[in-house]
């Protein structure tokens, strides 16, 4: 039963993920819109690359860490997170 009920809120957790602080637009002093994609654009494919590899769990907020939707969720918040470190790290704010 947890399982079926996890799997249909997964879409629910994805919008609710998604409309965080990282995501609109990022925006930078004397950048333009096309440089922000593209620095948005290569911070996206390094998180890819490193949120599978450096996933770590924190026992505090794993609820079942055998479960594929908890592991999809977990793998997607460690991603978008990269995201905004790496934005914030090249001097962008977002809104």
Same mark, same amino acid.
């Given at each position: #039963?947890?399982?079926?009920?996890?799997?249909?809120?997964?879409? =629910?957790?994805?919008? *609710?993920?998604?409309? $965080?602080?990282?995501? $609109? %637009?990022?925006?930078?002093? $004397? #950048?333009?819109?096309? #440089?922000?994609? /593209? @620095? &948005? %654009?290569?911070?996206?494919?390094?998180?890819?690359?490193?949120?599978?590899? $450096? =996933?770590?769990? @924190?026992? =505090?907020?794993?609820?079942?860490? @055998?479960?594929? *939707?908890? /592991?999809?969720?977990?793998?997607?918040?460690?991603?978008?997170? =990269? *995201?905004?470190?790496? #934005? &914030?790290?090249?001097?962008?704010?977002?809104?």
């Amino acid at each position: #039963m947890k399982k079926v009920l996890l799997a249909s809120l997964f879409p =629910l957790f994805l919008l *609710v993920g998604c409309s $965080g602080s990282n995501s $609109g %637009e990022w925006s930078k002093s $004397g #950048m333009s819109a096309e #440089m922000a994609a /593209q @620095d &948005r %654009e290569q911070c996206e494919a390094e998180s890819r690359s490193s949120a599978n590899n $450096g =996933l770590h769990a @924190d026992p =505090l907020t794993v609820v079942n860490t @055998d479960s594929p *939707v908890s /592991q999809v969720l977990e793998s997607e918040q460690h991603q978008f997170n =990269l *995201v905004g470190e790496c #934005m &914030r790290a090249k001097g962008y704010n977002n809104f």
